[in-house]
C-alpha cells in the first residue's frame, strides 16, 4: 500500500492570539527560584523566574508523581494571577515567598501531605534551568531536612497519643499520631490538629508554639529536639509491651469453644485447602467480561472466621495504617503480631480480593494460627452450660449502636467512616419499603463479613430470625462465585432488598469519585453485574 503523501509533507503551526496573559515557560538566562514542600518538608516542586525574558513557571519533583504535579495546578494559577496584575516575574516569585513562606499562613500548619508552602527566606539563584530540572530529577533531594522540636501528648491514661512537632528551618509544624494508639487515644488526641492550628493563628513561630501548648498541660511532655521530622515519625510508629498488651486483652481467653474451634479449623487445613484458585476473568456468552476473583474452600473460610471467635479481629488495631504483616522467620510469630495480622485480613480481602490468598501462599496465615493457638488456653472439654432464659430482644437503635461501635476503626475504599455505608444502606431499605427487621439487617449486613462480628455472635445475638437469616444471606464468602452469592440472596425473603440498597450506596458516583479511574472502573462493572444476577432494574 503506497504511503499517504500528508504523511511527508512538514508540519506547521501558528499561535492563536488570546487567552489569559502568561510568563514566558522557558529561558536561557539565569533563574530565581523557590522550593515548595508539603506539609511534612517533601519537596513537591520548584518555582522559578527571570525578567529578562519575562519567564516563570514550575518544575514538578519527578518522583513526588500525581501528587507533586497537583499541587503544582496552585503555582499555576497564582503564576497566571500575577501575569494579569502586571507583576515582573522576581516580583511574582517574591510575592509567593511572602504569601506562601515566611508569612503565617494557616496552610503551613498542616500534617497533609497535599499542604503547599514556600520554603521560608529569600529565593536561590541558579544559572541556568538545567540546575532547577537537575533538583527536580530523580537524584533531587525528596526532604529538606531540618532539625525539630517535638513534644510528646499522653492521654490520662498516660498513653502516647501523638506528637507536636516545629520545624524552625523550614517554618513549618504539624501533628503526627502515633500508630498503634488506642481507641480511647484516638478519641483524646481528636482535638490536637486543632490545637495546633489555633497556636499558629496567633502568629508564633513553630517553636514558640510548642512552648505555649505544653506550658501548664499535663499531657504534653517537655520540648526536645530531634535531627529532622522523620525522626519523629519513626518515634510514632514504635510499638510498645503496653500496645502488645493491650491487643492481647482483646483475645477471648474465657471462651474455650472458641479456640477449639480455631484449633480444628486450622488442623483441618489441607494443601489443597492453601492452593487457591481464581475463578473468572472471562468473556460470557452474551458478551460480559467477569471480574476475576480468588476462590477460597470452605475449610479455609472456617479458619478464618475462627480467628473471630476468639476475639483476634479487634477494633483495637487499626489497620487501614498499617501495611500487611508479613510471615517472620521460621514462622514463630508473636501473639500481638497475630492479632494485628488477623485484623487486617478479613477487612482487606473486602478491599482487595486476594489480600487473604497472599496471607495463605507467604504463609502468614499458618502463623497466625500458630501464634495464638500457642498463648490461647488448651482445648480441653467444656462442661455444657445450663440452657439460658430467653433475651430481651435488642431494639433498632441498640442494633444501630452496636454497628457503628463494630465498625468504628474501619473506612471505606476511600477512607472515609465506615458507619456512613452502613446508614445510607440502612436509609435505602427504608425508602425501599423494609421494616425494622430489613432495617436491622442493613446495620448488620457487613459485620460478619468484615470479621467485627462473629458468626457464634449473630447466632446467639437477641435479633429477629429474618434479621439473622438477610445477615447470613448477604455475607459473601471468600472465594464465592457471584452467580451462587446470588442465588443465596434470591432465595432468603428480604435479602434482596437489602442487596440493592447497598449496591446504590456501593455504585454512587459520588462515591466512585473519590477513588482512583482503575478501582472506579472495576468496582463500576463488578456492582453492575451483580445487579444484573439480582435482575435489580436501574431504579431498584
Same mark, same amino acid.
Given at each position: 500500500?503506497?504511503?499517504?503523501?500528508?504523511?511527508?509533507?512538514?508540519?506547521?503551526?501558528?499561535?492563536?492570539?488570546?487567552?489569559?496573559?502568561?510568563?514566558?515557560?522557558?529561558?536561557?538566562?539565569?533563574?530565581?527560584?523557590?522550593?515548595?514542600?508539603?506539609?511534612?518538608?517533601?519537596?513537591?516542586?520548584?518555582?522559578?523566574?527571570?525578567?529578562?525574558?519575562?519567564?516563570?513557571?514550575?518544575?514538578?519533583?519527578?518522583?513526588?508523581?500525581?501528587?507533586?504535579?497537583?499541587?503544582?495546578?496552585?503555582?499555576?494559577?497564582?503564576?497566571?494571577?500575577?501575569?494579569?496584575?502586571?507583576?515582573?516575574?522576581?516580583?511574582?516569585?517574591?510575592?509567593?515567598?511572602?504569601?506562601?513562606?515566611?508569612?503565617?499562613?494557616?496552610?503551613?500548619?498542616?500534617?497533609?501531605?497535599?499542604?503547599?508552602?514556600?520554603?521560608?527566606?529569600?529565593?536561590?539563584?541558579?544559572?541556568?534551568?538545567?540546575?532547577?530540572?537537575?533538583?527536580?530529577?530523580?537524584?533531587?533531594?525528596?526532604?529538606?531536612?531540618?532539625?525539630?522540636?517535638?513534644?510528646?501528648?499522653?492521654?490520662?491514661?498516660?498513653?502516647?497519643?501523638?506528637?507536636?512537632?516545629?520545624?524552625?528551618?523550614?517554618?513549618?509544624?504539624?501533628?503526627?499520631?502515633?500508630?498503634?494508639?488506642?481507641?480511647?487515644?484516638?478519641?483524646?488526641?481528636?482535638?490536637?490538629?486543632?490545637?495546633?492550628?489555633?497556636?499558629?493563628?496567633?502568629?508564633?513561630?513553630?517553636?514558640?508554639?510548642?512552648?505555649?501548648?505544653?506550658?501548664?498541660?499535663?499531657?504534653?511532655?517537655?520540648?526536645?529536639?530531634a535531627p529532622d521530622l522523620a525522626a519523629v515519625e519513626e518515634l510514632a510508629r514504635t510499638v510498645t509491651p503496653a500496645d502488645d498488651d493491650r491487643l492481647l486483652a482483646q483475645l477471648h481467653r474465657?471462651?474455650?469453644?472458641?479456640?477449639?474451634?480455631?484449633?480444628?479449623?486450622?488442623?483441618?487445613?489441607?494443601?489443597?485447602?492453601?492452593?487457591?484458585?481464581?475463578?473468572?476473568?472471562?468473556?460470557?456468552?452474551?458478551?460480559?467480561?467477569?471480574?476475576?476473583?480468588?476462590?477460597?474452600?470452605?475449610?479455609?473460610?472456617?479458619?478464618?472466621?475462627?480467628?473471630?471467635?476468639?476475639?483476634?479481629?479487634?477494633? *483495637? #488495631?487499626?489497620? %487501614?495504617?498499617?501495611?500487611?504483616?508479613? &510471615?517472620?522467620? =521460621? +514462622?514463630?510469630?508473636?501473639? !500481638?503480631? @497475630?492479632?494485628?495480622?488477623?485484623?487486617?485480613?478479613?477487612?482487606?480481602?473486602r478491599i482487595s480480593e486476594g489480600t487473604l490468598e497472599e496471607a495463605v501462599r507467604s504463609g502468614l496465615l499458618d502463623a497466625v494460627g500458630a501464634a495464638l493457638r500457642a498463648w490461647g488456653p488448651?482445648?480441653?472439654?467444656?462442661?455444657?452450660?445450663?440452657?439460658?432464659?430467653?433475651?430481651?430482644?435488642?431494639?433498632?437503635?441498640?442494633?444501630?449502636?452496636?454497628?457503628?461501635?463494630?465498625?468504628?476503626?474501619?473506612?471505606?475504599?476511600?477512607?472515609?467512616?465506615?458507619? *456512613? #455505608?452502613?446508614? %445510607?444502606?440502612?436509609?435505602?431499605?427504608? &425508602?425501599?419499603? =423494609? +421494616?425494622?427487621?430489613?432495617? !436491622?439487617? @442493613?446495620?448488620?449486613?457487613?459485620?460478619?463479613?468484615?470479621?467485627?462480628?462473629?458468626?457464634?455472635?449473630?447466632?446467639?445475638?437477641?435479633?429477629?430470625?429474618?434479621?439473622?437469616?438477610?445477615?447470613?444471606?448477604?455475607?459473601?464468602?471468600?472465594?464465592?462465585?457471584?452467580?451462587?452469592?446470588?442465588?443465596?440472596?434470591?432465595?432468603?425473603?428480604?435479602?434482596?432488598?437489602?442487596?440493592?440498597?447497598?449496591?446504590?450506596?456501593?455504585?454512587?458516583?459520588?462515591?466512585?469519585?473519590?477513588?482512583?479511574?482503575?478501582?472506579?472502573?472495576?468496582?463500576?462493572?463488578?456492582? %453492575?453485574?451483580?445487579?444484573?444476577?439480582?435482575?435489580?432494574?436501574? +431504579?431498584?
Open positions: 500500500m503506497p504511503l499517504n503523501p500528508r504523511f511527508e509533507e512538514d508540519l506547521h503551526f501558528e499561535e492563536v492570539p488570546g487567552g489569559p496573559p502568561r510568563y514566558r515557560w522557558r529561558t536561557d538566562r539565569p533563574v530565581q527560584y523557590l522550593t515548595m514542600v508539603d506539609g511534612h518538608g517533601t519537596v513537591l516542586a520548584y518555582v522559578w523566574a527571570n525578567d529578562e525574558d519575562d519567564a516563570a513557571s514550575w518544575d514538578p519533583r519527578e518522583a513526588g508523581g500525581a501528587t507533586a504535579v497537583n499541587a503544582g495546578m496552585l503555582w499555576l494559577s497564582v503564576l497566571r494571577d500575577a501575569k494579569a496584575r502586571g507583576l515582573a516575574p522576581t516580583a511574582a516569585l517574591g510575592e509567593i515567598a511572602r504569601t506562601y513562606g515566611a508569612a503565617p499562613e494557616p496552610v503551613r500548619w498542616t500534617s497533609r501531605k497535599y499542604a503547599r508552602r514556600a520554603l521560608p527566606g529569600a529565593p536561590d539563584h541558579a544559572p541556568d534551568l538545567t540546575v532547577v530540572a537537575a533538583l527536580a530529577g530523580p537524584s533531587g533531594p525528596a526532604r529538606m531536612t531540618h532539625p525539630v522540636h517535638y513534644a510528646a501528648v499522653t492521654a490520662p491514661d498516660g498513653e502516647v497519643i501523638g506528637y507536636a512537632w516545629g520545624d524552625g528551618g523550614a517554618g513549618a509544624g504539624g501533628w503526627t499520631r502515633r500508630a498503634a494508639r488506642s481507641r480511647a487515644a484516638d478519641e483524646a488526641g481528636a482535638d490536637w490538629p486543632g490545637r495546633v492550628r489555633a497556636a499558629h493563628t496567633r502568629g508564633l513561630t513553630p517553636v514558640a508554639a510548642l512552648a505555649v501548648l505544653s506550658a501548664g498541660d499535663p499531657a504534653v511532655g517537655p520540648v526536645t529536639g474465657e471462651r474455650p469453644d472458641a479456640w477449639r474451634e480455631l484449633a480444628e479449623a486450622f488442623d483441618a487445613l489441607t494443601d489443597a485447602d492453601r492452593e487457591v484458585r481464581w475463578g473468572g476473568g472471562e468473556q460470557r456468552p452474551d458478551g460480559v467480561h467477569t471480574v476475576p476473583y480468588p476462590v477460597y474452600t470452605e475449610a479455609l473460610w472456617r479458619a478464618v472466621h475462627s480467628l473471630t471467635g476468639v476475639g483476634a479481629v479487634t477494633p *483495637e #488495631h487499626r489497620w %487501614a495504617e498499617h501495611p500487611l504483616p508479613v &510471615a517472620p522467620p =521460621g +514462622g514463630r510469630m508473636h501473639p !500481638a503480631d @497475630a492479632v494485628r495480622a488477623a485484623t487486617f485480613l478479613l477487612p482487606a480481602e488448651t482445648t480441653a472439654s467444656v462442661t455444657p452450660l445450663a440452657p439460658l432464659a430467653p433475651l430481651t430482644p435488642l431494639t433498632l437503635a441498640e442494633v444501630e449502636a452496636l454497628a457503628r461501635t463494630a465498625h468504628a476503626a474501619q473506612t471505606d475504599k476511600a477512607g472515609r467512616p465506615y458507619a *456512613e #455505608h452502613l446508614q %445510607a444502606v440502612a436509609e435505602g431499605v427504608r &425508602a425501599r419499603g =423494609g +421494616g425494622d427487621e430489613l432495617v !436491622a439487617a @442493613a446495620w448488620l449486613h457487613d459485620s460478619v463479613e468484615d470479621g467485627v462480628l462473629g458468626e457464634e455472635w449473630l447466632d446467639a445475638a437477641a435479633l429477629p430470625q429474618r434479621t439473622k437469616d438477610v445477615v447470613r444471606a448477604v455475607t459473601k464468602r471468600p472465594g464465592e462465585a457471584p452467580e451462587a452469592y446470588a442465588r443465596r440472596i434470591l432465595a432468603t425473603p428480604g435479602a434482596r432488598l437489602v442487596k440493592a440498597a447497598d449496591l446504590a450506596h456501593n455504585a454512587d458516583p459520588h462515591r466512585l469519585a473519590d477513588l482512583d479511574e482503575a478501582t472506579a472502573r472495576r468496582l463500576t462493572l463488578k456492582y %453492575a453485574a451483580m445487579r444484573g444476577y439480582l435482575g435489580l432494574a436501574a +431504579g431498584d
